[in-house]
């Protein structure tokens, strides 16, 4: 299957000759050169990879970039630019870029760096998780529902890391209380219960369900038709 590439970039010239030549090296090639556009398409689509101009009329590379990271942080970006100073690489990479390429280049070059990013976003995703449409990244400390980050206390986060950790098993509220770790003196079971209830409310949109198993404790699962257990 090919992977799937995002390219924007303004210069039509060189734009389409990549697409061509990125083609050919079995990437499935989608172009831009507008930024605002570049960034509503990422958004809602999904991509193995990005290669991204900074100079890009309607909102430039950085913007855009910075952008999608708060929404997609483990999707491989490249920078792809005219500018090569030292300020220009690390104003890049600190805006979440995963790798800085400089024109003019090599295709060679170019092809050897997507290859390289691939390969590490095959290791990086180990700390992702997904259930439904809730993401979890544990690595980041942060949670998203439909690619909408989720504004989760400290707590409701780490109540969330041991249910996504227990998928379809049933989590005790002592266990909670345990692995809470080092302020488990200061939470009773009772706060739990408030953790849970907040949390099963945040993650209603996101096709999952946090059920309470009576007597036993709750359970983390994708929402389905119909089920044994009523949450409680």
Avoid at 70 to 97: C, F, M, N, W, Y
Avoid at 140 to 163: F, K
Wanted: hydrophobic share 45%; aromatic share 4%.
């Amino acid at each position: 299957m090919s992977t799937r590439l995002f390219l924007a970039e303004d210069d039509l010239i060189l734009a389409d000759a990549l697409k061509t030549s990125l083609s050919q090296a079995d990437f499935q090639v989608d172009c831009v050169n507008d930024g605002s556009l570049a960034l509503q398409i990422l958004l809602h689509n999904d991509y193995d990879v990005v290669v991204l101009d900074i100079g890009l009329p309607n909102m430039d590379g950085l913007t855009v970039l910075r952008n999608i990271r708060q929404h997609k942080p483990s999707l491989p970006i490249l920078i792809l630019t005219a500018l090569d100073g030292l300020e220009d690489r690390v104003a890049g990479l600190d805006a979440g870029a995963d790798d800085y390429l400089a024109k003019p280049f090599e295709f060679a070059e170019l092809e050897a760096r997507l290859r390289a990013l691939l390969r590490r976003s095959q290791i990086l995703p180990q700390s992702v998780q997904q259930l439904g449409n809730l993401r979890l990244d544990r690595a980041g400390q942060r949670a998203w529902c439909n690619d909408t980050p989720l504004d989760l206390s400290a707590r409701e986060l780490t109540v969330l890391e041991i249910l996504m950790s227990n998928i379809d098993r049933v989590v005790t509220k002592e266990q909670i209380v345990s692995e809470l770790g080092s302020d488990n003196a200061e939470v009773g079971l009772n706060a739990i219960e408030v953790y849970v209830h907040r949390l099963r409310k945040k993650l209603e949109p996101c096709g999952v369900v946090i059920r309470t198993i009576r007597g036993l404790g709750y359970l983390l699962e994708k929402q389905q038709p119909h089920s044994a257990f009523d949450a409680g």
